[in-house]
């Protein structure tokens, strides 16, 4: 893990938040809303607005995963999309009982 000292820098930080927020992802982010489909589009727009950027962007590590993992209930097809894995571990209870099941059925056909 690469470890660096947390900027503190108040004018750095803010000049970041324009050039990098306000100017890049925003303008992206407002493009590609327009190209959602309206089921998902308050959504998309809620969980990227700048405030949201904002947040993603300075969080720290151990918020990351309750915001990854936020977007990902409530646009479950971003997951799919991005981390497959995300939904695969949702179902490891499902597969560990069908597992169990495939088991059973495999002991039974050795007995007969």
């Given amino acids: ?8 820098d108040d004018n750095f930080l803010a000049r970041y938040k324009k050039q990098v927020i306000s100017k890049s992802l925003l303008p992206k982010f407002k493009k590609y809303f327009n190209t959602v489909d309206l089921e998902h589009k308050n959504k998309i727009e809620a969980l990227f607005s700048e405030e949201s950027l904002i947040e993603l962007t300075f969080c720290g590590a151990s918020e990351l995963c309750r915001i990854i993992d936020k977007i990902y209930k409530q646009v479950p097809s971003l997951a799919e999309f991005y981390c497959p894995e995300a939904l695969l571990i949702k179902c490891s209870s499902l597969i ?17």
């Fill in 1 to 8: 893990m690469i470890k660096i000292n947390e900027i503190t």
């Fill in 96 to 112: 560990n009982s069908l597992n169990l099941l495939i088991f059973r059925q495999t002991k039974g056909v050795d007995l007969i």
